[in-house]
């Protein structure tokens, strides 16, 4: 019914920067909260920033000032841009939506919890 779907990791050098992005597709009327995480391996997987739906943001303390959340509710979209990447971003990184509203043929409107892309790599050698 609704698809997370990321773009944009890849491999870059230390001090290198990567735009990450998070398409979300469906018949959507609204979506809460954008965030993303990441998961490196032996790792839990951690939240790195989110963005409310009007505007505020969080930002994990490791990312504070290299990375910005920023969101585009016309495109369904959300992003995440990260600077001055050092080998310790190296992870996993995953989209979330901690809630969408989807129209629905049958009920009107369904409301959709905790939604996650399939993830994108981000390797960041030294």
């Known amino acids: 019914q609704v698809q997370l779907v990321e773009s944009g990791g890849g491999l870059v050098q230390a001090g290198g920067s990567l735009r990450l992005s998070c398409a979300a597709s469906?018949?959507?009327?609204?979506?809460?909260?954008m965030g993303w995480y990441r998961q490196a391996p032996g790792r839990q997987r951690e939240l790195v920033a989110s963005i409310l739906s009007g505007g505020s943001t969080t930002y994990a303390d490791s990312v504070k000032g290299r990375f910005t959340i920023s969101r585009d509710n016309a495109k369904k979209t959300w992003y995440l841009q990260m600077n001055s990447l050092n080998p310790e971003d190296t992870a996993v990184y995953y989209c979330?939506?901690?809630?969408?509203?989807?129209?629905?043929?049958?009920?009107?409107?369904?409301?959709?919890?905790?939604?996650w892309g399939q993830g994108t790599q981000v390797t960041v050698s030294s």
């Open positions: 469906g018949s959507i009327l609204n979506i809460n909260t």
């Open positions: 979330n939506a901690d809630w969408i509203l989807i129209r629905d043929k049958d009920m009107g409107a369904k409301q959709l919890f905790d939604n």
